[in-house]
């Protein structure tokens, strides 16, 4: 059976629960309850798994905090015996429009510090990940408190639809490849 791992960054802790950096533990709540999934707290981390024609994916929240997630990821990779090329990391992008997705699989931080500390840890830039953009509607100075703050009434409108595709691309990146979810859900 193939294995994936499917990483959602966030903080957590309630006052982080609905905001945009916590768009990675949105997505995988979101699929877990649609899938009748229940995480549980283990080492590092919240997880559940979800099976789907054949293949596995391993939902992981770090529980970390956003800025250390690279440790969670090492030690279930290592643990799971999952390779780098399986595992995919969802998360905010102030440099994307909001509900854009943009799929790599390798790259810069781009100032992102979890993605930062999980280049540090993994010790490599190539790695998966779905940046979602959360757009850059904030004054200078105030970049900590949009990123840390809630979702707009019209974002939260258009969220779901969004997550939805977020969901979409998770099970292409497992049942067709990256090259293929690429090509089908970046910019989309």
């Known amino acids: 059976m193939k294995k ?32 009748d999934l229940n995480f549980e707290t283990k080492k590092l981390g919240d997880l559940t798994e979800l099976k789907i024609k054949g293949r596995t994916f391993i939902l992981l929240k770090p529980n970390t905090y956003m800025n250390l997630s690279g440790k969670a990821i090492k030690y279930w990779m290592e643990k799971e015996n999952i390779p780098i090329e399986n595992i995919l990391v969802i998360t905010d992008d102030l440099n994307l429009p909001f509900g854009s997705i943009r799929i790599k699989t390798k790259g810069s931080a781009g100032g992102h510090n979890g993605l930062q500390n999980i280049q540090d840890v993994l010790e490599t830039t190539n790695y998966n990940r779905l940046r979602f953009g959360i757009g850059d509607e904030f004054h200078k100075g105030s970049q900590v408190n949009y990123v840390l703050g809630q979702w707009t009434e019209d974002e939260n409108k258009l969220l779901p639809e969004r997550i939805e595709k977020i969901q979409e691309a998770i099970r292409s990146f497992g049942l067709a490849g990256i090259n293929t979810t690429m090509n089908e859900y970046n910019n989309k």
């Open 4 to 35: 994936f791992l499917i990483i959602g960054l966030g903080n957590i802790g309630s006052e982080y629960q609905n905001t945009r950096h916590n768009i990675g533990f949105k997505a995988l709540d979101d699929l877990a309850s649609k899938n």
